[in-house]
């Protein structure tokens, strides 16, 4: 017995199976590599599900962890310290509209805040009303899933309290129809990752916002996956030139550090007084201190310049297969599209092959590797998708 087969049999005897079994024991990593128990290296191509932004063991970021843990690791929310307010600036700075932040730790609990936010400023209307999108995903505690569009994962928790209206992803008729003044918020995601990278149409936004405004409901953007340089941009919500009432951030944005963000101007934002809401290891130093390293390192060494151009060199080598009928998103945060429902196939047999990847869909690769990635290792997971693909796959005639 291997020592990834021993540490799997002790996972499944002390941990839940809400995981099922994970084909990967992982020891270490470095810059988009990591390694298992067993000594196998592999290519990290899903990065921690678009989190590791700076890859694994990057010199910025254990510096940063390991100095502020020697200086002061925790403080709760009774007091202060520099690195949050150090970082909620920079979040400001970077989002460039007026407003305040919320700090806590994961995309859940930003979308929870986020969804409070919403709740009382309906409270203040007389609304109750919220509108999500079919397929979307924003958690998996019970306000952020009564938001979350993906059926499978919220009703067996049903009836959970929200008057929640589900409409299409990207139909702006749909938005139309479903938008009045009875609506206390809308809440959108830039790009729907979970469901296989799928691509809002451009104007979707911009839409969006006409209609909040109009009607005064909040627009809520959930950034958790598409910021922090995913599309090449700090926010996926720039390019459609809005400014969303309420962003919410994680994943990314701290390296993989646990933390996550909410963003707000500054009418919603002053919906949060003293006791409303709060976190116990919300703005935690290690945590902001992270941050503000992955902030610098994407800023110092140009990283979203990186990863639009590998995103056009990925495009350019897969596209001529006839068995990738479609590669959606922007940079390196992509759904690649196969012909035939064999993504899970694909993905286990590029585990064998060394490459980490994610089928969130049975026709759809999802990758979302570090910011870090080079050219040569681009190469190689195409060169490998392409291996793997002809062992599950073949194209007519063999390769293209």
Not at 227 to 233: K, P
Not at 350 to 363: E, Q
């Amino acid at each position: 017995m291997t020592y990834s087969e021993q540490i799997k049999a002790r996972y499944e005897a002390a941990l839940m199976g809400n995981y099922g079994l994970p084909p990967v024991a992982i020891r270490e990593g470095s810059g988009s590599t990591v390694t298992d128990v067993d000594g196998n290296a592999y290519l990290d191509m899903i990065g921690g599900i678009a989190v590791s932004s700076l890859g694994h063991s990057h010199p910025a970021l254990v510096e940063a962890v390991s100095g502020q843990a020697a200086r002061l690791a925790h403080t709760s929310n009774l007091f202060l310290h520099e690195k949050e307010v150090e970082l909620a600036e920079k979040l400001l700075d970077l989002w460039g509209n007026p407003g305040k932040v919320f700090l806590c730790n994961s995309g859940t609990e930003a979308n929870e805040a986020a969804l409070k936010l919403a709740l009382l400023h309906g409270k203040a209307l007389g609304r109750t009303r919220i509108v999500a999108t079919e397929n979307g995903f924003h958690g998996r505690s019970l306000g952020a899933l009564s938001i979350t569009g993906k059926a499978a994962i919220r009703e067996p928790f049903e009836p959970l309290g929200r008057d929640v209206v589900f409409v299409p992803y990207g139909d702006p008729d749909a938005l139309k129809a479903a938008v009045d003044d009875t609506v206390a918020a809308v809440f959108l995601e830039p790009t729907q990752g979970e469901t296989g990278v799928v691509t809002a149409p451009e104007g979707y936004l911009k839409t969006a916002r006409e209609l909040t405004s109009a009607h005064g409901a909040l627009l809520v953007l959930d950034e958790i996956q598409s910021g922090f340089g995913r599309t090449g941009a700090w926010f996926a919500h720039h390019a459609e030139g809005i400014a969303p009432d309420v962003v919410t951030l994680a994943k990314g944005l701290g390296g993989g550090v646990p933390i996550g963000a909410v963003l707000a101007l500054d009418p919603a934002a002053a919906l949060f007084t003293k006791g409303v809401h709060g976190s116990t290891f919300g703005g935690n130093p290690i945590a902001c201190a992270a941050s503000l390293a992955v902030i610098d390192t994407i800023e110092r060494e140009h990283l979203f310049a990186n990863v639009l151009d590998l995103g056009e060199h990925l495009d350019a080598r897969l596209l001529g297969d006839p068995r990738v009928t479609e590669i959606r998103g922007q940079a390196l945060w992509r759904g690649i599209n196969l012909a035939e429902p064999v993504a899970a196939e694909t993905v286990a047999h590029l585990i064998g092959l060394g490459v980490l990847a994610n089928a969130p869909r049975p026709d759809t690769i999802r990758i979302a590797p570090p910011l870090t990635i080079t050219r040569a290792e681009i190469d190689v997971f195409c060169d490998k998708l392409v291996e793997a693909l002809d062992a599950v796959s073949p194209a007519p005639g063999g390769r293209p």
